[in-house]
Nanobody, 127 residues
Framework: QVQLVESGGGLVQAGGSLRLSCAAS????????MGWFRQAPGKEREFVAC????????RYADSVKGRFTISRDNAKNTVYLRINILKPDDTAVYYC????????????????????WGQGTQVTVSS
């Protein structure tokens, strides 16, 4: 069983930056593709970004391209999400998720693709 713990959220002014972290334990982190999703109040959970097991392949939602960067450090069993130029619309709970397959292929943007989930970290952006 894989456990995922997100951290790094908080209250930030618009235009600022954050780096979210997701630490994994209990599984073979380096063999999993990893994803980030977010859920704003009253909205469905939506795909943000994903990364292959080795870090060489990434995918982003169109709405975050150019501002968000996903990365991972397999030696630390951690995946990151760097968010630049934060906007009030980025306010959400951010979740990381693990996919037991190594590459973000097929329906990588679907919640159904992922096998394990963290509890989320809140990001609030003030205008």
């Amino acid at each position: 069983q894989v456990q995922l713990v997100e951290s790094g959220g908080g209250l930030v002014q618009a235009g600022g930056s954050l780096r979210l972290s997701c630490a994994a334990s209990g599984g073979t982190f380096s063999s999993y593709a990893m994803g980030w999703f977010r859920q704003a109040p009253g909205k469905e959970r939506e795909f943000v970004a994903c990364i292959s097991s080795g870090g060489g392949s990434t995918r982003y939602a169109d709405s975050v391209k150019g501002r968000f960067t996903i990365s991972r450090d397999n030696a630390k069993n951690t995946v990151y999400l760097r968010i630049n130029i934060l906007k009030p619309d980025d306010t959400a709970v951010y979740y990381c998720a693990a996919d037991r397959s190594p590459y973000p292929s097929g329906n990588y943007y679907s919640r159904l693709k992922y096998d394990y989930w963290g509890q989320g970290t809140q990001v609030t952006v003030s205008s």
